[in-house]
């Protein structure tokens, strides 16, 4: 599923990738949002 998204779309799909990361960061260390 997630191939097909990058194939279709790689800039939304990177997009994402980086929106999920990121969220994945806050939940683990919320300090590292808080600049």
Same mark, same amino acid.
């Given at each position: 599923?997630?191939?097909?998204?990058?194939?279709?779309? #790689?800039?939304?799909?990177?997009?994402?990738?980086?929106?999920?990361?990121?969220?994945?960061?806050?939940?683990?260390? #919320?300090?590292?949002?808080?600049?």
């Amino acid at each position: 599923m997630e191939f097909e998204l990058r194939a279709v779309s #790689p800039a939304q799909s990177t997009k994402d990738a980086v929106e999920k990361r990121a969220s994945f960061l806050e939940k683990r260390d #919320p300090t590292l949002t808080q600049r």
